[in-house]
């Protein structure tokens, strides 16, 4: 069974930082690029960033360029997203999916699974 698992969601201060985690179980990220999306109360899902396959290169939405970093472990079949500097509306959930494309996009359309997605809260 192909299947997506985020993990490193919670609550946090202003200024804080998180790492998020996405596991795959059932087949090999190293093949797939790898997006991180958020949804927010009330908003639509975007493109927070993503990475390629084919040669590692990496996007960034505008709002997140500078604090948040992707970054992948084959050997641990897992993609990190490391979020620094966070602000409160970068509260949302955030998701990870996977594309069989070897270049990655932020446009939810080609991504083939998802996770089921983790809380971040950012708060004082």
């Known amino acids: 069974q192909l299947q997506l698992v985020e993990s490193g969601g919670g609550l946090v201060q202003p200024g804080g930082s998180l790492r998020l985690s996405c596991a795959a179980s059932?087949?090999?990220?190293?093949?797939?690029?790898i997006g991180w999306f958020r949804q927010a109360p009330g908003k639509e899902r975007e493109g927070v960033s993503c990475i390629s396959s084919s040669d590692g290169s990496t996007y960034y939405a505008d709002s997140v360029k500078g604090r948040f970093t992707i970054s992948r472990d084959n050997a641990k079949n897992t993609v990190y997203l490391q979020m620094n500097s966070l602000k409160p509306e970068d509260t949302a959930v955030y998701y990870c999916?996977?594309?069989?494309?070897?270049?990655?996009?932020?446009?939810?359309?080609?991504?083939?699974?998802w996770g089921q997605g983790t809380q971040v809260t950012v708060s004082s």
């Open positions: 059932g087949f090999t990220l190293d093949y797939y690029a």
């Open positions: 999916a996977a594309d069989g494309d070897p270049l990655c996009g932020l446009l939810l359309q080609g991504y083939d699974y």
